[in-house]
């Protein structure tokens, strides 16, 4: 059966670093376009970075550029999320998502990802 477990999120001080995982079971990360999103109080969900095989092509949104890294581990199957010089503003539950489909490619729109994790919570604060 498809799963997706977030795992890593804590609480760490602005500056710090942190590195979110996302490990998948049922079906190979390598194959389709996956995302992390977050979601803070208040907030409506907001893409935070994809990649997709075939480069791969990687986006971020413009709020995490040259702070994050994602990545695959692609013998373990996990997605990661490098997340580096962290922010208040950072703050909230981050959740890794695959999109399905054939030739589906990477997007902003978090209803066009069909399978979700449980997200783990990331708190930025002194």
């Known amino acids: 059966q498809t799963q997706l477990v977030e795992s890593g999120g804590g609480l760490v001080q602005p500056g710090g670093s942190l590195r979110l995982s996302c490990t998948a079971s049922?079906?190979?990360?390598?194959?389709?376009?996956i995302g992390w999103f977050r979601q803070a109080p208040g907030n409506e969900r907001e893409a935070v970075a994809c990649?997709?095989?075939?480069?791969?092509?990687?986006t971020y949104a413009d709020s995490v550029k040259g702070r994050f890294t994602i990545s695959r581990d692609y013998t373990k199957n996990i997605l990661f999320l490098q997340m580096d010089n962290l922010k208040t503003d950072d703050t909230a539950v981050y959740y890794c998502?695959?999109?399905?489909?054939?030739?589906?490619?990477?997007?902003?729109?978090?209803?066009?990802?069909?399978?979700w994790g449980q997200g783990t919570q990331v708190t930025v604060s002194s």
């Open positions: 998502a695959r999109r399905r489909g054939a030739n589906s490619v990477c997007t902003a729109s978090a209803s066009v990802f069909h399978d």
């Open positions: 990649i997709v095989s075939g480069g791969p092509t990687i």
């Open positions: 049922g079906f190979k990360l390598r194959d389709y376009p």
